[in-house]
């Protein structure tokens, strides 16, 4: 049923080999990417194709929702592998305008299970009420949260042990806020970049502040 399938890895692969014919040899006996990619599952968003990187040059992680949750031992155990085994420089939550747990957190749909995942969605907007009860529940007020979720899940992935006992080390690795449009392709940096425990909040409120600054009166 699914041959086309097959048949699209072979050429895949021969185009591949067409254009280094050691590629997998190569790839096959190392993995040492510099970034880690935290990312959303949904299938438009592939972290190779936009940031223009080959396979092995960066490790991905993707859930729905772009979610880093403190006790969410698969999200954990892939930045621990990450930071402490491959040693990577960059970890770039990413989130993208769009995104369907977003849309579903903020207008209250019934999905399953799902809901329980998504409810940290819902708990995020309510901590900023104060904000969102100035904007409409339409494309304007999903944009901004989905904003908003990268700025809090970077600052969730800044505060695990992991990542703070790296810069306690003096290990070298910097944090990055990015948010990916489906309209033109393009990455947008909101401005929460962390490389030391120093500072932390203050350059998280700094973020944060910029973000409803740009919020359309």
């Known amino acids: ?108 749909k019934k999905l399953g299970l799902v809901d329980n995942w998504l409810r940290h969605i819902q708990d995020l907007k309510q901590k900023f009420n104060h904000i969102f009860d100035h904007i409409e529940e339409d494309a304007t007020g999903c944009h901004k949260l989905c904003e908003l979720n990268v700025i809090e899940q970077t600052l969730n992935v800044c505060q695990t042990t992991i990542i703070q006992d790296a810069w306690e080390r003096q290990q070298a690795l910097t944090v990055h806020s990015w948010i990916y449009s489906l309209k033109d392709g393009l990455l947008r940096d909101l401005g929460l970049t962390i490389d030391s425990s120093a500072n932390v909040n203050a350059i998280y409120q700094a973020a944060l502040q910029n973000w409803a600054l740009n919020i359309e009166p």
């Not at 940031?51 to 092995?56: A, I, Q, R, S, V």
């Not at 892939?78 to 420089?89: D, G, N, P, S």
């Open 1 to 108: 049923m699914l041959e086309h399938l097959f048949k699209n890895n072979q050429n895949w692969a021969n185009n591949i080999l067409k254009e280094d014919k050691d590629f997998f040899k190569k790839i096959e006996t190392q993995q040492t990417p510099s970034y880690l990619w935290i990312g959303c599952s949904d299938s438009r968003v592939p972290a190779n194709q936009i940031t223009g990187l080959l396979p092995g040059e960066v490790f991905v992680h993707r859930n729905i929702a772009n979610l880093v949750i403190h006790t969410d031992l698969n999200c954990l155990s892939v930045i621990q592998y990450a930071v402490e085994v491959l040693k990577v420089k960059h970890i770039m939550v990413v989130g993208h305008y769009g995104c369907g747990g977003i849309e579903a957190a903020i207008r209250s």
